[in-house]
């Protein structure tokens, strides 16, 4: 697909967030937040598919390649520091079987 | 037959009418030839001695020679004459001969002769009879052998034809009862005065008459109840359309419309699922392919998870290992989708579902769990019937939800089970072999094939 004068403006959204993937900036309930690189590839993995439930491997895979060790509990260390920023419904967790954002 | 006419390859009784016949045929041919030929030798060996015995005779000069040759006459169609004499009509035999029995050919005919020398007289005679004449008394005495060994075997084969025939006319009677019958007629059978070989088809046929019977009627109730849940719908919804006329202001006339909608969409959700389980009821399955279970849950939860969040209830998995099964359609969706909005529906708010996977002993094991209030004991199995809905029960929903997961169940060989947990709320387990075998074998496959054309 050709990109409009090579600029991508891809703003993901759902029905209480938008996420910028250019500023890694999120936007919810008119507040804007800077999100950090793992927060952002955790977010941007949810919001690709946004009414899909994520399991903890699929979004352990975004943050490899970061050269760094993967903690056990890394993923809900991202989320919870997601929550904190945008609100504990933004992201709903599935027990069980992982997270998800509304569509 | 009804118009039908069936091909018969295989006639019982023509088959045994046949062989017996054959059989029978081929045994009288060979008892009248072997008879037959005794007694043609027989004779043959009689008239010799006879012979011999008219030679005794004439050696002891009881009889003298007889000139006359009467063929008219068979008694006498034995010849004694004297050798040497030289009159016209006797055999000109040469005097050389030795005594005895033996054949000559004399003038183009053959003979049996016999030559004996009189004792008190040194005078020779010959004693003799045309050998087609001899042959002739044979042959009619081997006819009179085989003539009543043949009379016999047409009376027997006669008889036998009959019996066979008075046999089979039980069978003959069954199917003209059978034919008389209309579709609705489903009574059984007689059973009494039955052919022991015959009776374990009566029993079956009785069987499926009997089952047939039953699944008619449970049609008939499947309709008229679909008939009455279909009948409430459709008068709250004339209701409710005429109700938008009054409407007084804009804002209320759209409140109707909504109600109105909302009410046209659970009928389009009844009419659907009466028509899944019709489909499913029916033989028509679509083809069969490995799916992974896990997948199929995890969609399911995705899908319902709001509503069990719009009730606060923690829905979730407690367990699970990877499963693939064989799935037919989306039947296995259609199965956990149901499930699991049950739980929903019947969990008060803030309780908890849990659904689990596993896999035991070959098997595929799936587990919703609720903490609802339960289903009472007496009601376990009755709320797999169609429109089953317990007493009390205030939620919305048509009853067919268990009634087609229980087709599902049954188009996939699997198994349901429902039972009330000991600390609250109901267990629904699913059991399908991981065996693909057994699960192909639930339903012939041609009939998923045959569909596909």
């Known amino acids: 697909m050709r990109r409009n ?13 938008e996420l910028n993937p250019v500023t890694r900036e999120v936007k919810i309930n008119n507040q804007t937040h800077l999100l950090s690189a793992r927060e952002y590839a955790v977010l941007h993995a949810l919001m690709l598919r946004p009414g899909t ?12 390649g970061w050269n760094e060790e993967v903690a056990s509990n890394a993923i809900e260390f991202i989320i919870h520091g997601l929550r904190k920023k945008m609100g504990k419904e933004a992201i709903k967790n599935v027990r069980g079987l992982g997270w998800m954002v509304g569509k | 037959m009804d118009g039908r006419q069936i091909k018969h390859t295989h006639s019982l009784q023509r088959k045994l009418n046949h062989w017996i016949t054959f059989t029978t045929l081929i045994f009288v041919t060979i008892a009248g030839i072997l008879s037959g030929g005794i007694a043609f030798y027989e004779a043959r060996d009689l008239q010799d001695n006879i012979l011999q ?12 020679e007889n000139k006359i040759h009467n063929d008219d006459n068979e008694e006498e169609s034995i010849i004694i004459q004297r050798l040497g004499s ?28 016999l030559i ?38 047409i009376i027997t084969l006669i008889i036998i034809n009959l019996i066979i025939r008075s046999a089979f006319k039980p069978l003959k009677k069954l199917a003209a009862n059978l034919d008389k019958r209309d579709g609705t007629k489903l009574n059984p059978l007689p059973e009494t005065n039955m052919l022991e070989e015959v009776a374990p088809f009566l029993l079956s046929i009785n069987g499926l008459l009997a089952r047939t019977q039953q699944n008619i009627q449970k049609q008939q109730r499947f309709i008229a109840d679909a008939a009455h849940e279909l009948r409430t719908p459709v008068a709250a919804l004339s209701i409710l359309s005429e109700n938008i006329q009054n409407a007084s202001t804009e804002e209320d006339r759209k409140q109707r419309q909504r109600l109105l909608q909302q009410g046209l969409e659970r009928l389009r959700l009844l009419v659907a699922q009466l028509l899944d389980l019709a489909r499913l009821q029916s033989d028509y399955t679509g083809p069969k392919e490995m799916v992974s279970f896990n997948k199929i849950v995890q969609d399911a939860i995705t899908e319902l998870y709001s509503l069990a969040e719009a009730k606060q209830i923690d829905l979730g998995i407690s367990h699970q290992e990877q499963l693939s099964v064989l799935n037919q359609g989306n039947g ?13 529906r019947y969990t008060p708010n803030g309780g908890t579902i849990n659904v689990s996977l596993y896999a035991e002993e070959g098997n595929a094991i799936f587990r919703v769990e609720d903490t609802g209030s339960g289903v009472p004991e007496e009601e376990l199995e009755l709320i797999f019937e169609p429109f089953y809905r317990t007493q009390g029960n205030s939620q919305p929903g048509n009853g067919l939800g268990l009634a087609i997961s229980l087709e599902i169940a049954r188009n996939l060989g699997g198994h349901i089970t429902l039972l009330n947990r000991d600390n ?19 339903r012939p496959l041609s009939s998923a094939v045959n569909n596909l054309n």
């Open chain 1, 5 to 17: 004068q090579g600029v991508a403006d891809p703003i993901l959204s759902n029905e209480n967030l």
């Open chain 1, 53 to 64: 439930i994520l399991s903890r491997d699929e979004l352990e895979d975004r943050i490899y």
């Open chain 2, 53 to 64: 015995e008219v030679a005794r005779l004439v050696r002891i000069n009881q009889l003298t």
């Open chain 2, 86 to 113: 030289q009159l016209a009509s006797q055999l000109q035999i040469p005097n050389t001969l030795e005594d005895g029995l033996q054949t000559l050919r004399i003038n183009d005919e053959d003979w049996r002769v």
């Open chain 2, 116 to 153: 004996l020398t009189q004792p008190s007289s040194t005078q020779r005679f010959l004693v003799a009879q045309q050998t087609e004449l001899r042959d002739e008394i044979a042959w009619n005495s081997s006819l009179n052998v085989f003539f009543p060994i043949l009379l016999l075997a």
């Open chain 2, 332 to 344: 296995l969706s259609q199965l956990v989708n149901n499930a699991i909005d049950n739980a929903i």
């Open chain 2, 424 to 442: 609250g709320g109901i267990q629904f387990q699913y059991l399908q072999s991981q065996n693909i075998s057994q699960n192909l074998s639930t």
